[in-house]
Each structure stands twice: as structure tokens, then as C-alpha cells.
């Protein structure tokens, strides 16, 4: 009898612990360039929720991350020290991550600059006003919320029908979690779509290439604008290295470059780029 007593009691545990794991799945609508509002990207972003936190990050990096892993089990089960990525493709448009820590509420956006990883602990304390309206949501009575971040005044709708005080990127702390967030002018939109249960603990997606660095806002700011400032500096300090002088690049008739064509070529890339990826989420951390 005590035996049957302590595996009902394990059984319990574990169904608890499950329980306590789910991913919550939000399509993000983002419109990055502030002068063509009419160019919409989407892309589903997954919330996996622990009692140790949560992380947010695209799906699409989840696949890729997935299908990496299995290209690099296969090659070591076969012995092969050759491994084709060119397999793999990367089709994810949102490479930052939020991460948000139960015990320390602590708040991490990790994101990069010019190949540079970054995580940059969120001090900002949400401030919300519960509203009274309510409207409903994918079947939940949710109830409005507003706040401003980010530069940015956001709009929330929230559900008491999920006790999870969570929600997508770094937004939470409200009652329930965040069904769904837009700012004033629909630059940036959160909406559920979608949940499961786990039946793991999900483990922090994979931030892949050099060591992640931890810094403040602030001085993410600061080496942002150094960025926008001399874009080839990275570029201009590698040629400075003996070993980068032997590599030759080559234009698309064959004509080899030189180190100040490569350098004058990579400014204007950068900076091509930019005029049409200008509305940055976090305002703050790009102005």
C-alpha cells in the first residue's frame, strides 16, 4: 500500500512539473523601416515558460538550431570531419532573444552588433494601468493594460485565465499572461496564436558564435553609435593582422580589391542598409 501511495505521489510530482513548462506562441508583425509602413514582416516567435523563467525567440531559429545539431550528430556518428551547412538554411528574421529570470527578475535582451554578441540586462520597470475594458481573445476574456518603454507607448490585452505573469519580448508583470501588445502606431505588434505543454524543461535557446559579453544599456548605446560612426572598423582592424593580408577578394568580373575598396564597399553596405532598417523596437538602445 505504501509503495502504491509513493507512486501515485511521484506521478503527481512529475505531472506537476510538467504542467509547470509551456510554450506560448506569438505571431510578431514589425514594420523595421519607419518611411514604408506598408512593408509588414512576420514571424512566430515561441515563449517557453519554466518555474525558472522564460525565453523568446524566433521558431524559425529554433529549427535551424535543431537542424544544425542533427547535421553535426550525423557527421560525428560516420567520423566525417566535413560538415556542409550550406545544407541548412537560416530563415529566421529575428535573431535577438529575451530571457527573463524567475529568481533574480532578471530581464536579458541578447542581441549582436557587426558578429559581436551582446546581452543587455533590462533594468526598466514596466509601470502598467489596468484599464477596465475587456475584449475577447482566441476564446479568453482578456483585460486592457497600457505602459510606456522603449521609447514607445504599448498597449496590452491581458487574460486572469492563464495564471502566467508573463508575455512576449520583455513585457510582463501584469495579472495573467499577455495575450496580446502593439505600440501607438502598429509598428510592433504581439498576437497569440497558440500553446502547448511541455513535457521537459525547455533549456535557453542557442546563441552561436563568439562569447556573449554582458553590458548595460547605456553602453550598448554608446558602442551603437560607435558603430553607425565607422561600420568597417572591425573590417579595418582585421586587414591589420599579417595573416589577413594573404587573403584576396575578388569582385564579381574577377578584379581583385583592394583592403580600401573592401573597407569602402562594407561602409556603404552598412549604411545602404540602414536607411531601410530604422525603427528599431527598443528605441532607447538605437537612437
Known sequence: MKKINLIILLICMSSTIFAQNHRFVYEYSFKIDSLNRENITKELMNLDVSKEGSSFYSSEKQLYDSLMNAEMKKNVAVGSTHIDFSKVKNNSKVGSIVTKNQASSE????????????????????????????????????????????????????????????????????????????????????EFVGSKKLNYAPSKPEIRGP????????????????????PAKKLRQMF???????????????????????IRNREKRVRDQLKNTNNFLELTLYR
Not at 546581452?119 to 479568453?140: M, N, R
Not at 562569447?211 to 565607422?230: G, H, T, V
Open 211 to 230: 562569447k556573449e559579453l554582458m553590458i548595460s544599456a547605456q553602453n550598448f548605446n554608446q558602442l551603437w553609435k560607435d558603430y553607425l560612426r565607422d
Open 107 to 190: 530581464t536579458v535582451l541578447h542581441t549582436s552588433i557587426n558578429g559581436d554578441k551582446y546581452g543587455i540586462v533590462l533594468t526598466e520597470k514596466l509601470e502598467w494601468k489596468i484599464g477596465p475594458e475587456t475584449q475577447e481573445i482566441h476564446g479568453y476574456k482578456a483585460q486592457k493594460a497600457t505602459t510606456e518603454s522603449s521609447g514607445r507607448k504599448w498597449t496590452a490585452w491581458f487574460t486572469n485565465d492563464i495564471q502566467i505573469q508573463d508575455g512576449p519580448y520583455k513585457f510582463n508583470g501584469l495579472p495573467g499572461l499577455i495575450l496580446q501588445i502593439s505600440d501607438e502606431k502598429n509598428d510592433h505588434v504581439f
Open 240 to 262: 591589420s593582422g599579417t595573416e589577413v593580408k594573404l587573403i584576396k577578394v575578388t569582385d564579381s568580373n574577377g578584379r581583385e580589391l583592394s583592403q580600401s575598396e573592401i
